[in-house]
């Protein structure tokens, strides 16, 4: 069982906390990642004020990144379920996105490069569109979503290792401007 | 047929050789004039024997049979556009490409033209046997060439056993300058087809992706070549990613996918004109593109909302068939040659497995049980054989009979995948990725898993698509 590793932004334990609590119906046996401890994710709990000139604009991209759990969501081989700890990050981009009704986002499906080309693209969509379905799920709109599978196309970690490939079978979200 | 195809397909005509006989000028080979072209020229030669060896058999080892293959000589030393610059030059090329086919397959052990004595004009309907006997050959492959007032070229190519001192088959080809490699790799095809008994495939082409850059950031470029690798050329320029393309049987199109408008769809791109098309103006992406055998229809996989199915389109455009209605991903699909049924890949049982339905999507069976995963299953030319990659740990080439039964792997590396069989069915190729660099490289393995060689090509390779034996 591969441990996930958050990409971007961590929050605090308290919204990380809660936003697995709303997530109490997972039904996979995966493993939980251990709780955040401590000072490993130092970032601040602060909110942007919407007038303070030096945040992250309202609603762009550099916002989003700074209010979610995080952009990217992973899976285990082969996989598409959309886990408890997927869930927290996805429920913090549906709070940032009912937060921004006008804002559009595309998620990219992607794969490791342990398989093959045709089914690696067939299963990125089915990634992404899982990711999509859980914001669906939290009321978001569907025509706000687009999906995009790169297949085994664009990993983002480079190695030949159960790590890289850890790394590699995620769903991106991209926030439209 | 497309005018500009078949414009193409005139430009190589077999002609009639006349007899090779004593009785004629020995120092004239005497090649017939190329116009009522288009008959094959079997009727010129063809003794009546059933020649050397009964079929290739898959576990055979007969192989190294010796065949020397000298410069065809000219008549008359002219310029010509094709590699070379005169005639002269030209048939050391011509041995060269027919030497270099032959050698590539494992079934023979030419001896090429950079490595055998000239022989003369007359010699070629005239062999002096004894002189190759003492060479050990026991087959000899001659030939000429001629330039034509029009620039064109014919090249005559006759097969003779040597022991037995006769001629086995012989063939003429009136060709452009430009693709005098054509009429190599016909008298190659003739070689071989008279002495294994198979079908010929040496004059084909085939598609693929070239790559370049690092593997974070792949460059990919559909392009084009012969099947010897000559005669390269991209067809993309590479600012969308292209993947897994197939010619149409009459190499007129290529379908293949690009991911032109920042999403996956499968475009059918006619060379003759350079203008692709949408496969399909359907919502969802598009993938793993499959010609018919006639070329009639388009096999596609589309996913919607997440699920992908297989979709059948003519190949003019119309209305697309669902053929797959399961709740996982069905995917790929290659045609049996005779176009009943097909075969494809879905993870309906919870992994990767490949199955077979009838054409129009009944009766799908599940034929894989071998424990690892199945797919990208490619049906043979001969209907004998599915190959397809095999998935636990590592990824192989492997091949099948169409129930599932006689599973062999035909290589052995650490990720090879995506086979296309040869036009005869008798080879496999596939592409290699290296460990960690992710460069690629497209291989051929025959059907005995022993005679495995990476072709030469400029950039890094993936995905390739044989096509059939040009007419």
């Not at chain 1, 919204?15 to 046996?29: D, H, N, V």
């Not at chain 2, 040659?337 to 919870?350: A, C, N, Q």
């Not at chain 2, 492997?398 to 990720?415: H, K």
Request: aromatic share 8%; net charge neutral; proline share 7%.
């Amino acid at each position: 069982m591969t441990r996930k590793i958050i990409t971007s932004k961590v929050l605090t334990g308290l919204l990380l906390t809660s936003g697995l609590a709303l997530a109490g119906c997972a039904t996979k046996p995966k493993e939980l990642p251990p709780q955040p401890t401590g000072a490993t994710g130092t970032t601040t709990t602060n909110p942007p004020p919407v007038s303070q000139p030096m945040g992250p604009v309202p609603g762009s991209r550099a916002d989003f990144m700074a209010s979610v759990l995080g952009d990217t969501i992973l899976f285990d081989t082969d996989r598409y379920n959309i886990d408890s700890e997927d869930q927290g990050i996805l429920q913090s981009q549906a709070q940032w996105l009912a937060r921004y009704p006008a804002a559009r986002i595309t998620i990219e499906g992607h794969c490791d490069e342990r398989g093959t080309r045709d089914y690696n693209l067939a299963l990125g969509e089915r990634r992404a569109n899982a990711a999509k379905n859980y914001l669906v799920s939290l009321g978001i709109d569907a025509s706000r979503i687009t999906t995009v599978s790169y297949g085994k196309e664009r990993p983002i970690a480079l190695g030949s290792d159960e790590a890289s490939w850890a790394k590699n079978r995620r769903a991106v979200t991209i926030t439209l401007q | 047929m497309k005018p500009a195809f078949a414009a193409y397909l005139t430009t190589l005509a077999l002609v009639a050789l006349a007899a090779p006989l004593a009785a004629q000028q020995a120092s004239k080979p005497a090649p017939a004039a190329a116009a009522s072209a288009a008959v094959p020229a079997s009727a010129a030669a063809a003794p009546a024997d059933e020649g050397l060896t009964g079929s290739v058999t898959d576990d055979s080892d007969w192989q190294d049979l010796g065949i020397a293959i000298p410069t065809f000589p000219t008549n008359e030393m002219l310029p010509t556009a094709a590699d070379g610059g005169n005639t002269e030059a030209l048939g050391r090329n011509l041995a060269r490409v027919i030497y270099g086919d032959l050698k590539n397959n494992g079934l023979f052990k030419p001896v090429g033209p950079d490595a055998l004595p000239a022989i003369g004009y007359g010699e070629v309907t005239a062999p002096a046997f004894p002189n190759w006997r003492a060479r050990s050959a026991e087959m000899l492959v001659q030939g000429f060439v001629k330039g034509g007032a029009d620039g064109r070229l014919t090249v005559g190519c006759y097969l003779y056993d040597v022991a037995l001192g006769t001629e086995l088959a012989r063939q003429g080809y009136v060709v452009k300058p430009e693709e005098w490699r054509r009429a190599a790799h016909k008298c190659a095809d003739m070689v071989y087809a008279r002495l294994s008994g198979e079908s010929p495939f040496f004059d084909s082409k085939i598609a693929y992706i070239a790559e370049t850059g690092p593997k974070g950031n792949r460059r990919k470029q559909l392009a084009i070549m012969d099947s010897d690798g000559a005669n390269h050329r991209f067809i993309t320029n590479g600012q969308a990613t292209a993947l897994t393309p197939r010619y149409s049987p009459d190499y007129a199109k290529i379908a293949y996918l690009s991911f032109l408008n920042g999403t996956p769809r499968i475009y059918v791109y006619d060379i003759g004109t350079g203008r692709q098309t949408l496969v399909t103006e359907g919502k969802g992406p598009t993938f793993a593109p499959r010609w018919s055998p006639d070329g009639k229809f388009i096999l596609y996989s589309m996913a919607i909302a997440g699920n992908t199915d297989i979709y059948r389109v003519p190949a003019t455009g119309g209305a697309s068939v669902k053929l797959t209605d399961s709740p996982g991903i069905d995917v790929g699909g290659s045609y049996s040659p005779d176009g009943s049924k097909i075969v494809f890949e879905s993870d309906r049982s919870g992994s990767q497995q490949v199955y077979v339905m009838n054409a129009d999507g009944t009766n799908q069976k599940r034929i894989t049980f071998f424990g690892g995963r199945s797919a990208t299953p490619e049906w043979s030319p001969r209907g004998d054989q599915i190959a397809f990659t095999h998935i636990a740990g590592n990824l192989r080439i492997a091949v099948m009979n169409p129930s599932g039964g006689e599973m062999r792997y035909l290589t052995d590396s650490w990720q090879d995948e995506a086979p296309t069989w040869s036009p005869n069915g008798r080879i496999v190729q596939f592409f290699r990725t290296a460990k960690t660099s992710g460069k690629t490289s497209i291989w051929q393995v025959d059907l005995t898993g022993r005679n495995e060689r990476k072709l030469n090509t400029p950039v890094d390779a993936s995905d390739p698509a044989w096509g059939p034996v040009l007419p």
